[in-house]
């Protein structure tokens, strides 16, 4: 019996610490999850040959278009005679955008830091999701390639005139004035797949946080376009990709090679992805969250050439990068619409529309865990700096910061790209600590149970302990009042309980002799019990089986007003 009760303890001491353990690591494993699993995430996140991220990164699903508004002249006679340009948008014409990278090559090493590659864009025609056909109906919009030319007073400028009819395709693709058909200045010409560019990047296999971080561009660590260091330094990735582990307030760049200079983008709210809202996305723009702050203004001063003095607010001159690539045309960046920029701007248009921020504005909307860019939205606006310095034209008001047109880069992950990642990332994440809470619950209850029914078990044990002794003391401490002359066979003793006896007499005519009814006497009873009836039972019955006189054995028997009765067999 002792050694079975010592197994018992023993199988809910053991039972009890495998669940109490099984508690504490779970909890632990609660704790520290979130930290493990961004550990292991971020080393899958690196840019690797034949990892998951490489397929996504060297060719994305998700799908990138390109819409172009241009701007009408619709009062160029008037405008010649000194009248206000009135302007009317025509649009869109979307290009569904193929973009390529190719000529990757890693380092020979086991895991290499960089990776170099080459990429294009291809712009595919969407007719479906455009206003018309581009090639369809004339526009008059400024002529790109007289431009360069009117602050000279050069001759081909007065030949051909400031301005041009001609299709939209035209506009975007194959602009150029009748003396000089050999030469394309179209407003994309040059973007169509036909220069591609060659980068060099970080793969994050050492660093995650420089995952595609740009270190050379065309062979080149830094540019040579502006006359402050900073302003050449080359910064950030392409776009596709950010670093990992963001959170509003963060601040990143993207280094834009077409207007040669990395920009800086803000974390300012979050939003809900629009394919799949219970995916969260950070908001970030390129609006500083605090106008006031100084370091605003010298970001813009330091993209200001020596001798030019800088654009009016809101504008950004690209002339010194077309000009470090051979090309001269007074060209300057806006949000759509001049949003954010001087007004002076506007008020020498007739009846130019207000922008709209939500319409107009630039937002990049990224996953914060990953890094990963799931929408975009990228507005500028184009517009060319003409100024009548010439006799012909001289009626003509200005200087115009005449907008071309205004484009939109539009990219939004569809459902099945955000289910997978949905499915891969954020579902484990969300369910696995809510796994190991309930688990950890559990066992801390299964444990408590244990160690109750523990104590429970060895209370009882230590009662029964105690009553066993208690009883074989008192067994012990049982005396027996027979006489040693043989009895009759119709001898008989009765055992009366001693409270039975508090308040009785000796009954008179008691004899002594042989064949007599004998009587304990009130003084000395034969058997004095103290417990209940039922343990008077147990302990009299233990006795008298076991106890013989003069090779005479007794039987127990009991009265209904609960005496006991002990007869010779």
Known sequence: MATRSKAIRLSLICSAAVFVIVALITLVAVLVFDRLFLSILYKQLAILPGSTVFKSWSAPSVPVYFSVYLFNLTNEAELLKGAAPRLHEVGPFVYRENRE??????PEESSPKTVDFKHRIFYHFVPEMSVASPELGKITIPNLFTAGLLERQSPVFFMNGPFATLSPY??????YPLLFSSINVGLFASQNGTKPVQYKIHTGSHDISKVGSIIEVNGQKKLSVWDHEEANMI????????????????????????????VVSYAVAKTQAINRPDIELLVFTGTPPDPQDPANDW????????????????LLALSPCLAATGESVPLYLSQPYFLGADPSIVQAFDQFPDPIPERHST?????????FVLEAFKRIQFNLLMKNQGEIFQDMAGPYYFPLGWIEERAVADKDTLDMLH???????????????????VSTLISILLIVLLVTYSRRRTIQNRTKRSGAHKQHAVSVNLSHSKMGPSDQVQIVQPNQYADRQQTPGLSSGPGANTQVPEAKPLLNVT????????????????????DSYFSLSWKPNGEAFVAKT
């Open 101 to 106: 990278k190719f000529d990757i090559v890693f």
């Open 170 to 175: 035209d506009a975007m693709w194959n602009h």
């Open 235 to 262: 910064n950030g990735s392409d776009g596709s990709n950010a670093p990992p582990g963001l959170e509003v307030g963060s601040t990143i760049q993207f280094y834009v090679n077409d207007i040669c200079r990395s």
């Open 299 to 314: 970001r813009q001063r330091m993209f200001c050439k020596s001798g030019q003095g800088c654009p009016p607010k809101g």
């Open 363 to 371: 937002w990049v909307h990224i996953e914060p865990t990953t890094g």
């Open 423 to 441: 499915n891969k990332l954020f579902a484990p994440r969300k369910i696995m600590p809510f796994i190991l809470s309930v688990v950890g619950a």
């Open 531 to 550: 417990e209940t009836a039922d343990v008077n039972r147990i302990i009299l019955s233990s006795m008298l089986n076991r106890c013989h006189l003069s």
